[in-house]
């Protein structure tokens, strides 16, 4: 099983502040797993995306089995990189709930908030 956590500030501020990738799917011996390559394909090119369309570069750790992603904190002049960081964040979502839809014996995503609200 895949499973993805996808932290938000809070509530009230919905903003992505880091995902977490972690597992293996199982859906087939690994070099066939069509789930697990769909999943490594959208994290890893979100993953590229901002930092190749924005310029920010967000921490992360990669290890087999794992891909840990958080998006720096970024000042009130950074706004603009801020919205298209979020955007290609939210899009990562919808790519992943699509994967999710049609192989949720193989995945998971679940949301958490690093403030309670």
Do not use: W
């Amino acid at each position: 099983m895949i499973y993805v956590t996808i932290e938000r500030l809070s509530q009230d501020s919905p903003q992505i502040s880091s995902f977490v990738v972690e597992g293996h799917a199982e859906y087939d011996v690994p070099g066939k797993d069509l789930v697990c390559a769909a999943v490594s394909a959208v994290t890893f090119g979100t993953y590229n995306a901002i930092e190749s369309l924005t310029g920010i570069i967000p921490l992360h750790e990669m290890e087999p089995g794992l891909l840990d992603v958080t998006i720096p904190e970024l000042t009130e002049a950074d706004h603009a990189k801020n919205a298209q960081v979020q955007l290609i964040l939210e899009s990562m979502i919808v790519m992943l709930q699509t994967i999710e839809r049609n192989y949720g014996d193989y995945i998971t995503i679940e949301t958490t908030f690093r403030e309670g609200g």
